[in-house]
C-alpha cells in the first residue's frame, strides 16, 4: 500500500467514533440544558414561569444521549461532504434547539427527543444538499 492512500483501520474508526460520541453527547446536553435554562430565565423575568427546575436536567440528558448517537451516525455517513466544524455545529444547533422547543411546548421528554431528532435531521439533510458535489474533470 502506497504512503498517500489511508486505510480505514478498524481501531481509527472505533476511536473516531467514539470521539465523536462523546463530543455529541457534551455538547447535545451543555447546549440543550443551556437553552431550556435561558427559556425558563427569560419566562421568569416575563412572569410567566413555564417549567420546573427539573426540566433543565431532563434537557441535558435528552440532548446528551441525541447527541452521543446522532453526531457519529451523521458525520461517518450522510455529512462526508460536509467540513465536520459546520456539520457538528449546525446539526448540535439544530437537535438543541428541537429539544428546547419540545420541553417548552410540551413538558413531555418523548416529545422534546422526537423534536430534537426531527430538528437534527432537518439541518443535516440541509447541509447535505447544500454542499457541493465532487468536482468533475
Do not use: Y
Not at 476511536?15 to 435554562?37: E, P
Not at 420546573?52 to 450522510?78: E, F, K, R, Y
Not at 413531555?108 to 427527543?113: E, Y
Request: proline content about 4%; overall charge positive.
Amino acid at each position: 500500500m502506497e504512503s498517500n492512500q489511508r486505510s480505514l483501520v478498524p481501531t481509527r474508526v472505533a476511536g473516531i467514533t467514539a470521539a465523536l460520541a462523546g463530543t455529541g453527547a457534551v455538547l447535545g446536553g451543555g447546549l440543550s440544558a443551556g437553552f431550556v435554562a435561558l427559556a425558563a430565565l427569560v419566562s421568569r423575568v416575563a412572569g410567566m414561569p413555564l417549567l420546573h427546575p427539573t426540566s433543565i436536567l431532563t434537557a441535558a440528558g435528552v440532548g446528551a444521549g441525541l447527541g452521543a448517537v446522532l453526531i457519529p451516525m451523521t458525520a461517518l455517513s450522510l455529512l462526508r461532504r460536509v467540513a465536520l466544524g459546520k456539520a457538528l455545529l449546525f446539526t448540535i444547533l439544530g437537535m438543541a434547539s428541537g429539544v428546547t422547543a419540545g420541553e417548552l411546548a410540551t413538558g413531555q421528554h418523548a416529545v422534546a427527543a422526537g423534536a430534537g431528532v426531527g430538528a437534527f435531521l432537518l439541518v443535516a439533510l440541509l447541509l447535505r444538499l447544500g454542499a457541493r458535489g465532487p468536482a468533475k474533470g
